[in-house]
């Protein structure tokens, strides 16, 4: 026998304007019921039709189809907590089942958490919107009227499909009818990620960065929206960095919404605030935190929170700041969630000057061909962005690479004697390996080049090309 997917709804939220259209929820039924079956998932999904005034006729079929149903999805709305007939159909639900372990919440429209029902307050629901905080205004992935207005429709409806698959999967009388749905791969260290709340320009950054996170198996926190309510979100903030080995934060024009109450700040604001106390509190846990380059901040307190991070002056020494296109931030994300003996790469840091930035890119490709991550200068950034990216890449990289060759003598062992100087300090300093890679133009003195900073086997000459030896070399 077919297990059988039970929707409760409001009918109203599946008005239509015109016969020919498909209601919200009717809709919301056709594309679950399609992604189910492209699984290979053998499973019913019934919801009552009828047009009857629910609020007097909830029969026997009814209490029937409810009990018998294996998931119950709850289509939560503001208007189906009015109606008697939703609330009855999950209580029923709720109490044949001794829980809402096999309940599916599903947020149509902005609901409170205090407004919901009691029995699926603490669940985490799938949300067909996008609520604008700043703004107060609502989004809805499906209009309902015949039009998907947002991207994330369908891979919302995958996420509520991976949910269903999960729980069948766990129901004795039936485990093995149905397959359980492939599970990502898992970090292997284990890391928990808090992925910070954004603001509404960036919500298309948030949601590819929150897709590759649950892609690869990491977890998310915190996996409830924030509470409007300043101390109640600065609650919210800090118990979830507690329980996160990294922060995301993706900043855009705006500072986000601001919780209500008397002194609060920015939601953005807030959790780079409150991250940072975290690192201080734990060597361990660090900030990523990525900026476009193309944002204009809106607002003054915004915009200096912006100038300052790209100045590097409210930077940690163990921030990463990313300015790159979001692919490559992803990159960064992922390379920072893979532990080192696991992946054998090293993070590296190719330091030159803009004459011989081709040279360094050709560098870069064989180094990533051999399954490394690389950085190189900020040379199209300002000087004080330039400087703090410079501070960056030396705190984050494993081993810097000087270039040597449209460069001046002078300035190699420039950048020798800074590499000393700040290793030599050694308290709560990242130490960085150092080499020197002569490239062409060739000169007897560059091929004889020796420092008193650098151990004559560290300095690696690719003046006959980028061969596998010269790699080789590098990466000892």
Request: proline share 5%; charged share 30%.
């Amino acid at each position: 026998m077919q297990p059988e997917i039970f929707i409760s709804y409001a009918h109203l939220d599946n008005e239509k304007i015109e016969d020919e259209q498909t209601g919200w929820v009717s809709h919301f039924d056709q594309a679950l019921t399609l992604e189910l079956r492209a699984r290979g998932l053998d499973v019913k999904v019934w919801k009552d039709n009828r047009d009857l005034d629910p609020d007097d006729f909830f029969d026997k079929e009814i209490i029937a189809r409810v009990e018998g149903s294996k998931v119950l999805i709850s289509v939560l709305s503001p208007r189906y907590v009015k109606q008697p007939y939703c609330l009855k159909e999950l209580d029923t639900f709720v109490t044949t089942n001794d829980g809402a372990e096999r309940v599916c919440k599903v947020l149509k429209r902005d609901l409170p958490t205090d407004e919901q029902p009691e029995s699926v307050r603490g669940k985490t629901g799938f949300r067909f919107y996008f609520f604008n905080r700043e703004t107060k205004e609502e989004i809805p992935l499906y209009d309902g009227y015949g039009a998907i207005i947002e991207r994330d429709y369908w891979p919302t409806i995958r996420r509520v499909a991976t949910s269903i698959q999960k729980r069948l999967a766990t129901i004795p009388q039936i485990e093995d009818e149905i397959a359980k749905p492939a599970e990502p791969q898992a970090s292997e260290n284990g890391m928990t990620v808090f992925l910070a709340a954004t603001s509404f320009d960036r919500k298309e950054d948030f949601a590819k960065v929150r897709d590759e996170l649950e892609a690869t198996g990491h977890k998310i926190v915190p996996d409830q929206e924030l509470p409007h309510g300043a101390e109640a979100a600065q609650r919210a903030i800090v118990a979830a960095l507690a329980q996160a080995d990294i922060s995301v934060h993706i900043l855009g024009a705006t500072g986000g919404f601001t919780p209500d109450g008397p002194g609060a700040i920015p939601i953005t604001h807030l959790q780079l605030q409150k991250a940072a106390e975290r690192v201080d509190g734990e060597s361990r846990f660090r900030r990523l935190i990525w900026l476009p380059r193309n944002v204009q901040a809106e607002g003054e307190s915004h915009s200096k929170v912006i100038d300052d991070l790209a100045k590097g002056a409210t930077l940690l020494p163990s921030d990463e700041f990313v300015r790159e296109p979001i692919e490559n931030f992803k990159t960064i994300l992922m390379d920072e969630l893979t532990p080192e003996e696991a992946s054998g790469k090293e993070r590296f840091y190719l330091l030159c000057e803009p004459q011989d930035e081709t040279k360094a890119l050709d560098l870069r490709d064989a180094l990533m061909d051999a399954g490394h991550a690389v950085e190189l200068p900020a040379f199209d950034a300002g000087e004080d962005e330039k400087d703090a990216e410079h501070r960056r890449c030396l705190e984050s990289c494993d081993r810097c690479i000087i270039v040597y060759g449209e460069a001046s003598e002078r300035w190699v062992k420039a950048g020798l004697d800074e590499i000393a100087a700040r290793n030599s300090d050694a308290k709560g300093v990242h130490l960085v390996s150092t080499f020197v890679c002569l490239m062409q133009p060739a000169s007897e003195r560059k091929q004889r080049f020796r420092d008193p900073h650098i151990a004559d086997e560290r300095v690696v000459s690719a003046l006959d090309g980028l061969g596998p030896d010269m790699v080789r070399r590098l990466t000892l």
